[in-house]
């Protein structure tokens, strides 16, 4: 800019005018000084003296440097010239070469290596590096040898004004109060500038508002933002954005200049109090509502926020101050109307309150604007229901003796219809509260009698549930507790209260306590529990005697004579103990004592004699279990050998078919299994009615040779075959053919027998006339009884109960796996 360069111009004319280097030769000194304008000193009697060679002892520096200065952000197109440098030693022949090192040398700044001259070859930033530290020297160009010791010099770099104020922390949120005084601090703002704040006025800073006025200002030194005026409401505007800007050279024209924003947000006080939207409300409520309800809600308006809008409600007056309460919802800031007692459509139809609602923090500095608090009407209006009855009291006490008879009255309850149509009442006892159904109620008094007999004993208090119905309208109902408490009787005698193990040792002195008994009575008389002992006067012990404790507790005492366990191991003392209710009841309880051998401190040590008693009871028992266990497993095997021999016993013919049925191969070869399936043809069994015929056949021989004038067998084939054919055309049937054989064996049936072997004693006899040959032709399921009856080396009985056996094999593992289990 202009102003930059009339300031670059300034101070480039004061550093030539004060600071120009140039190398003096000065004859005899062989020094190197810096050509600058130095004053002469002066004699006191103001001449000036000289200097000489003469007058010096010693030889001088042949370095003397002042710092040199360069401009920063020089933006010529030559290099800039910073000094001359020049060593008394060069005559000016050539003969010395000039050598800068150190920072920034050959690549910043360049030297002449005949003149000495300087340049920065490259534009400077101070703000980057401010100074820099070279070295030079001075050479003889042949011999590369230093002419001058080598010496270290500054160049500084001069600041010029190109960097301009940041806000390094920007931009700013700030927070103040509404309705805050002027002048009130919000926030101070701080910037920085890079130039050099010891040079000139480059980073010297002024602060100004450019947004936000007239709400806040700046203090222009020090960037504090405050408040301008005293009104700032946060109802009206809760934020304000702010622009500020800093400037450098002092705020004057040509500085440079950054700004910042900053967010001025106004926090809120209770300068504003509560009002109702409306001046009444009214509402409607259910005389059924349950007490604690919400009937209604109403809501004051607060433009204040937190905690300065918590609203506080309350009733002032009216007619139903006591029937209602109201609350305050601390989420939403509504005020809660609730019911507070039952409602009655019938006794009061309306109510009316005053509410109130008022902040419950008030700020004292703006009372004076008026009360913090609004008041509303709010009328209630209740609507008539159909209730159910209700009892004049939900829970009611009763008392009935344990020895009341059945039907004996113990109560009544009453209910009542609320409503104006003043229904009947019905009433009834829950079930589930009267599973044993101890009691009964009438259903149109409401009296209640007892239903079973009471024991206080097994029952001290029946809890039950008594349930009034509407009798015009079943589904309103009500319920109440009745809690009937059985009194007591003296009704159970009392025994003793555990089962005693007492025992007596053989050294025992006279009247020595043996046992202490105390006793208990299930019964409990209202004036206390008292038991009387006694020894039962048929078992009068000579042994020992029973003193009465009069507590409630007898001792038992021996008698002189001693004790052997030989003479009576066991001593049984029946005891008497009584009650002192009227009538009194008693009851007699046997005590065992058991004669011991005692050491010296009476402790029993041995009672072995009473053992074998003992273990000979505890081995009867042992060995009456034992027995009945055999007993039962005996009983068991024979059961399951029963069944077996009796399936074993099923005819021949139903075995044959059931193993047809299974696919059960029967041969004496191993191998094959369930998947052979070539030892017999299941055609015949696929095809009966197209092979009946030759069936039919066959059975008239074998029947002739048994029964040859019989011809009423043949009538049960034809029902045969009709249940067969039944059976395979039923769909629900089991997936296997159920073939049923109706074979009447025996002197005593009607029809003859279907077996072709009649009898043992028929078999000598008509064994040789009888022809076998046929069975060979019924196909593979008969070969095995064909090549049998083939053979006369053995017996025919023999050989069925060997087929039999082959033929069955399967069944008999099934029955020997259900013999195991």
């Keep these: 800019t202009v102003s930059q360069l009339v300031e670059f111009y300034f101070y480039f004319f004061i550093f030539i005018a004060l600071s120009v280097f140039t190398l003096q030769e000065r004859a005899g000194t062989g020094a190197m000084t810096l050509k600058s304008v130095l004053l002469r000193q002066l004699r006191p009697g103001g001449g000036a003296s000289a200097c000489s060679p003469a007058q010096h002892s010693r030889r001088r520096r042949s370095w003397v440097w002042n710092q040199f200065f360069v401009l920063e952000e020089f ?44 340049h920065a070859t490259r534009r400077l930033d101070r703000e980057q590096q401010a100074y820099y530290t070279l070295r030079a020297q001075a050479r003889n160009r042949d011999t590369n040898r230093l002419v001058e010791p080598e010496s270290q010099f500054i160049i500084k770099v001069q600041d010029v004004n190109d960097n301009e104020p940041k806000f390094l922390d920007g931009p700013y949120t700030a ?17 920085t500038d890079a130039d050099d704040p010891t040079y000139g006025n480059s980073a010297r800073l002024m602060y100004s508002i450019l947004q936000g006025q007239p709400y806040f200002s700046v203090e222009p030194k020090t960037g504090v933002v405050r408040t301008a005026l005293p009104d700032l409401d946060r ?59 919400v009937v209604a809600k109403i809501r004051a308006v607060d433009p204040d926020e937190g ?21 305050t919802d601390s989420h939403t800031q509504e005020g809660l109307i609730t019911l507070h007692k039952n409602l009655d459509f019938e006794t009061k139809s309306s109510y009316m309150l005053r509410v109130e609602a008022s902040n419950l923090y008030v700020d004292a500095r703006f009372l004076s604007s008026g009360p913090f608090s609004d008041v509303a009407t709010v009328r209630l209006l209740v609507q008539n229901v159909d209730e159910p009855p209700v009892f004049h009291s939900s829970v009611s006490w009763m008392m009935v003796s344990e020895a009341a008879a059945v039907g004996t009255e113990v109560g009544s309850v009453l209910a009542r219809d609320p409503d104006a149509t003043n229904s009947p009442i019905r009433y009834s006892i829950d079930r589930q509260s009267n599973l044993e159904r101890y009691f009964h109620i009438d259903s149109g008094t409401g009296v209640i009698t007892t239903a079973q007999p009471l024991d206080r004993e097994t029952v001290a208090v029946h809890n039950i549930t008594v349930v009034a119905t509407e009798r015009l309208d079943p589904s309103l109902t009500g319920k109440a507790v009745v809690l009937i408490s059985v009194t007591d009787v003296n009704d159970n005698p009392p025994s003793l209260a555990i089962d005693y193990d007492t025992f007596v040792c053989e050294n025992s002195e006279p009247g020595q306590i043996v046992q202490t008994l105390s006793a208990v009575d299930r019964d409990e008389p209202e004036e206390g529990q008292h038991f009387l002992f006694s020894l039962s006067e048929a078992g009068q012990n000579l042994s020992f005697t029973l003193r009465d404790n009069k507590d409630n507790t007898a001792s038992i005492l021996t008698r002189p004579g001693g004790f052997l366990q030989r003479d009576q191991l066991l001593h049984l003392l029946p005891v008497v103990i009584s009650d002192s209710s009227r009538p009194p009841l008693s009851s007699t309880n046997t005590l065992s004592i058991t004669v011991c051998t005692c050491d010296a401190a009476g402790e029993p040590r041995s009672c072995r004699q009473g053992a074998p008693l003992l273990l000979l009871v505890s081995l009867q028992s042992a060995v009456t279990a034992a027995v009945l266990t055999c007993i039962l497993t005996l009983l068991g095997v024979v059961v399951v050998t029963a069944a077996i021999r009796r399936r074993r016993r099923d005819p021949l013919t139903v075995v044959a078919e059931r193993c047809v049925q299974e696919n059960i191969v029967c041969y004496d ?145 099934e029955s020997k796996n259900f013999m195991n289990i």
């Design 75 to 118: 933006t010529g197109n030559d290099p800039l010239y910073v000094g001359k440098l020049h060593s008394d030693v060069d005559k000016g022949d050539g003969q010395v070469r000039y050598v800068l090192t150190g920072e920034g040398a050959a690549s910043i700044f360049s030297i002449d290596e005949s003149t000495g001259d300087i």
């Design 175 to 191: 927070r103040v109060a509404e309705r805050s005084p002027v002048g009130t601090s919000v926030v101070t703002v701080v910037a």
């Design 235 to 293: 109802e009206v505007r809760d934020s304000h954005l702010l622009v500020v800007q800093a400037k450098d050279m002092i705020g004057q024209i040509g500085g440079l200049s950054g700004s910042t924003s900053v967010t001025v947000i106004l926090t809120d006080v209770n300068d504003n109090p509560p009002h109702f939207p409306r001046r009444s409300y009214q509402f409607s409520v259910r005389e059924s509502e349950l007490v604690s309800t």
């Design 307 to 327: 905690p300065n809008a918590e609203l506080d409600y309350r009733i002032l007056d009216g007619d139903g101050l006591g029937i209602f309460s109201i609350t």
């Design 669 to 813: 070869d191993e191998g094959g299994g369930e998947e052979d399936t070539e030892a017999f043809d299941m055609l015949a069994l696929r095809h009966l009615n197209t092979t009946g015929q030759s069936h039919q056949t066959q059975a008239r021989t074998l029947t002739s040779t048994s029964e040859p004038t019989s011809e009423g067998n043949w009538l049960f084939l034809p029902f045969i075959r009709e249940r067969l054919q039944q059976a395979d055309l039923d769909s629900a049937a089991p997936p296997f053919d159920s073939l049923q054989t109706y074979a009447f064996e025996g002197s005593g049936s009607s029809a003859a027998s279907l077996s072709s072997l009649n009898s043992l004693d028929s078999f000598n006899s008509q064994e040789c006339q009888q022809n076998y040959d046929l069975l060979k032709e019924w196909g593979p399921r008969f070969r095995k009884l064909a090549d049998l009856y083939g053979h006369r080396q053995t017996s025919l009985l023999k050989h069925v109960f060997l087929s039999l056996h082959d033929c069955c094999h399967h069944f008999h593992s």
